[in-house]
């Protein structure tokens, strides 16, 4: 199961939601495990959503002994490489599934262009949930992104910018995926 949105839309309450289904596996933004990896081996405690470190989180502690070399910083699960695309995202997904017993992953990675590299491959069962939040709430959120994390600096922001790119990513996604058989578009405040 896939999230696909643009930022600040939704996905990391439809993904705890969904992630409370003891049938599903959250890995999160899975794309971006390399940036995890090096995080951790700078010394930098990057934490999981169960409040652990990635070292003492028993998820990310066994996604790491059953990736072996394949669990370093230089891992690139977003690269453009299909063959290592599809070997190295299929090892993790296959990882996560038997570290948790569950039988479906969800991946909040977010991206279009990671959405249609998964559609291509045959071996797994994707479902695409595209979520769309109403654009002046995306707007209203990166606004107030900074403030809620003690930001003080002037954050650059342009709202124009965002309600733009929030209409081209909710036009083009479903142009490009709307034809694949498992493409579901749902409403964030239909969530809500």
Not at 17 to 28: D, K, R, S, T
Not at 37 to 45: C, K, M, N, T
Not at 91 to 119: C, F, I, N, P
């Given at each position: ?31 971006a495990v390399g940036k995890w990896i090096r995080r951790v081996e700078r010394g930098d405690p990057a ?51 038997e570290e948790t017993g569950a039988s479906v992953v969800l991946d909040k990675s977010k991206k279009l ?31 107030q992104r900074g403030e809620r994390q003690g930001e003080t600096g002037r954050l650059k922001y342009n ?34």
């Amino acid at each position: 199961l896939y999230v696909l949105c643009k930022g600040r839309s939704g996905s990391t309450l439809t993904g705890l939601l969904l992630g409370a289904h003891p049938e599903v596996a959250p890995v999160g933004e899975i794309a971006a495990v390399g940036k995890w990896i090096r995080r951790v081996e700078r010394g930098d405690p990057a934490t999981c959503t169960c409040g652990e470190t990635f070292t003492t989180c028993s998820f990310w502690s066994g996604m790491q002994k059953r990736l072996g070399a394949l669990w370093t910083g230089t891992t690139d699960l977003k690269t453009t490489d299909a063959p290592a695309f599809q070997r190295d995202n299929l090892a993790v997904y296959r990882a996560a599934l038997e570290e948790t017993g569950a039988s479906v992953v969800l991946d909040k990675s977010k991206k279009l262009g990671r959405a249609l590299q998964l559609a291509e491959m045959e071996e797994i069962d994707l479902t695409i949930l595209h979520v769309v939040r109403d654009p002046r709430a995306v707007a209203h959120s990166f606004r107030q992104r900074g403030e809620r994390q003690g930001e003080t600096g002037r954050l650059k922001y342009n709202f124009y910018k965002n309600v733009a790119r929030w209409t081209w990513l909710n036009t083009v996604m479903p142009a490009r995926l709307g034809r694949h058989p498992h493409y579901v578009r749902v409403r964030y405040e239909d969530i809500v």
